[in-house]
């Protein structure tokens, strides 16, 4: 597996103490021969024991292709972007939230490269309006997003994520 990620804090918005809005770039490249999916926590620290039940996907202007990425809501909340071979992606502004009940500096979490995810039964790129696979090289800012789909789990509840061929790329996140 050749793909990295590297993220850079770059502001933050106003949340309610004790939770941080933190603005992120974050840089990604697939150099393998194979699509990748990245999953991105949206919530830090992560909850390990949660599922998702909501796609908003929001689209982002890149030259001129479009770029989909997902935000999927619930306990185990994640970003989704899809990675076709060879493609680089930088993401600026990505917002996470991050709990600090205690002031923390840094956090290290873990970012998911993954060959395939499925939401319970179904192939996570189902649940997008179009394959969300990008291409080439895109600098995607997510000031521009624009809310194109939501989808729902079927019962409305929590799903799990199963994750395959998965390998991870530890984060370091710091606040001045």
Same mark, same amino acid.
């Given at each position: 597996?050749?793909?990295?990620?590297?993220?850079?804090?770059?502001?933050?918005?106003?949340?309610?103490?004790?939770?941080?809005?933190?603005? +992120?770039?974050?840089?990604?490249?697939?150099?393998?021969?194979?699509?990748?999916?990245?999953?991105?926590?949206?919530?830090?620290? +992560?909850? !390990?024991?949660?599922?998702?039940?909501?796609?908003?996907?929001? !689209?982002?202007?890149?030259?001129?292709?479009?770029?989909?990425?997902?935000?999927?809501?619930?306990?185990?909340?994640?970003?989704? +972007?899809?990675?076709?071979?060879?493609?680089?992606?930088?993401?600026?502004?990505?917002?996470?939230?991050?709990?600090?009940?205690?002031?923390?500096?840094?956090?290290?979490?873990?970012?998911?490269?993954?060959?395939?995810?499925?939401?319970?039964?179904?192939?996570?790129? !189902?649940?997008?309006?179009?394959?969300?696979?990008?291409?080439?090289?895109?600098?995607?800012?997510?000031?521009?997003?624009?809310?194109?789909?939501?989808?729902?789990?079927?019962?409305?509840?929590? +799903?799990?994520?199963?994750?395959?061929?998965?390998?991870?790329?530890?984060?370091?996140?710091?606040?001045?």
């Amino acid at each position: 597996m050749n793909a990295s990620v590297t993220v850079t804090v770059v502001g933050s918005r106003p949340g309610r103490p004790p939770v941080d809005r933190v603005l +992120v770039d974050v840089q990604l490249k697939n150099d393998d021969a194979a699509p990748r999916w990245v999953l991105i926590p949206t919530k830090l620290p +992560v909850d !390990t024991g949660g599922g998702v039940d909501k796609l908003e996907q929001l !689209t982002v202007p890149a030259g001129s292709a479009t770029v989909a990425v997902g935000r999927f809501l619930g306990r185990g909340g994640t970003y989704a +972007v899809k990675l076709s071979p060879g493609a680089r992606v930088t993401l600026r502004k990505l917002e996470l939230s991050w709990w600090r009940e205690h002031a923390e500096k840094e956090l290290t979490f873990d970012v998911t490269l993954a060959n395939e995810v499925k939401i319970g039964d179904a192939a996570m790129a !189902t649940w997008f309006d179009k394959d969300p696979a990008i291409g080439g090289a895109a600098d995607v800012d997510l000031d521009g997003a624009k809310h194109t789909r939501s989808q729902k789990s079927p019962t409305g509840d929590e +799903v799990p994520l199963t994750i395959d061929g998965a390998t991870t790329a530890p984060v370091k996140l710091a606040v001045p």
